[in-house]
């Protein structure tokens, strides 16, 4: 009697897990917008699964595997082969790893799917599907880093991935909101130069992807242009370095991606024949003494700054070589 009491006590518990286990994934089932370990366990693990596959094909470079995990309306569209090259090339140099994710069930009215209160969960999407998962990854090395985004729905024949993302999110180790701050401190300082380059590279990763919003997108279009507006008086180029006695001429400051990340790059306009490198290097030595007094803020805070020397003017019908220098400041 003892052990069919046993039994019955185990069976009921057992039952009683079930049952909470399947309420969860019913409930998940109503109308709302799950993130990450609110997501259900049992669907978390095969969207997992799914995302597993993804990032197998895309690393070996498989499009027969990958094609298999995308929707027909996706499939039907050439430009997501381009996404798909530019990310294989990406995972020659890291792997990715998960950064977010969202479980979504849309109402459906009049045979339409209705979004739901996106904003209040940090996403922006069009319903495709009544069920979606969107999956937002990152490289995991690298100071500049693009933000991959997965957009499945589930359709009537499977869970297919009907949007691949891959735009710019990070850039030196920062988001576009850490940028914006960073140019906004820059700007109060009267770094002006400076400031215009980070607000760039912040405009630049500002919309890493259609499902996630931009709230200072508005405020940094304003800032940004008061600061062109303000460098537009301040520099008239060619700018030229009259503390020399060679007269170098600027010709514009521009950011540059290298390996270790993106920084100024000077373009400027030298009386001495490249050739010469001796004389150039000098010339050099003397432009890095007073670049941060004519451009404040340019030569501080930063790893590197990058100079391209020109002795015969660039345009788009020559051909002009320079001598590149890189300059390690800290």
Aim: glycine share 4%; hydrophobic share 35%.
């Amino acid at each position: 009697m003892k052990l069919l009491t046993h039994y019955l006590s185990k069976s009921i518990a057992l039952f009683a897990l079930v049952a909470v286990l399947q309420s969860c994934d019913l409930m998940q089932e109503k109308p709302g917008i799950w993130k990450d370990d609110k997501i259900a366990e049992s669907k978390r693990k095969d969207f997992h699964e799914l995302n597993d596959k993804l990032l197998k094909s895309l690393k070996d470079n498989t499009p027969d595997q990958t094609d298999f995990l995308l929707s027909k309306d996706l499939l039907e569209n050439n430009y997501h082969k381009r996404v798909v090259e530019l990310i294989t090339n990406q995972m020659k140099l890291s792997d990715f790893a998960l950064d977010k994710e969202y479980y979504v069930v849309s109402k459906l009215k009049h045979g339409n799917f209705i979004q739901q209160n996106a904003d209040s969960a940090g996403i922006a999407y069009t319903p495709i599907a009544k069920e979606m998962y969107i999956a937002f990854f990152l490289p995991k090395n690298g100071s500049d880093k693009k933000l991959l985004t997965v957009v499945y729905g589930k359709f009537d024949y499977g869970w297919k991935i009907d949007k691949l993302e891959f735009e710019p999110y990070i850039a030196n180790g920062k988001t576009s909101a850490q940028l914006y701050k960073l140019a906004q401190d820059q700007y109060a300082k009267g770094y002006l130069v400076d400031a215009i380059n980070n607000m760039a590279l912040g405009r630049n990763c500002d919309r890493p992807s259609e499902e996630l919003p931009s709230p200072q997108n508005r405020e940094m279009g304003i800032l940004y242009g008061k600061m062109i507006n303000e460098a537009n008086e301040k520099y008239k180029f060619p700018f030229v370095l009259t503390e020399i006695p060679t007269k170098p001429k600027i010709l514009r400051i521009l950011n540059q991606a290298i390996p270790q990340g993106t920084f100024p790059a000077i373009y400027y306009l030298s009386s001495i024949s490249i050739k010469d490198t001796v004389a150039i290097k000098k010339e050099n030595e003397n432009v890095k003494k007073i670049i941060g007094k004519v451009i404040p803020g340019i030569d501080k805070d930063k790893d590197y700054l990058i100079y391209y020397v020109y002795d015969k003017k660039p345009s788009a019908e020559s051909n002009s070589y320079s001598f590149d220098i890189i300059d390690k400041l800290r």
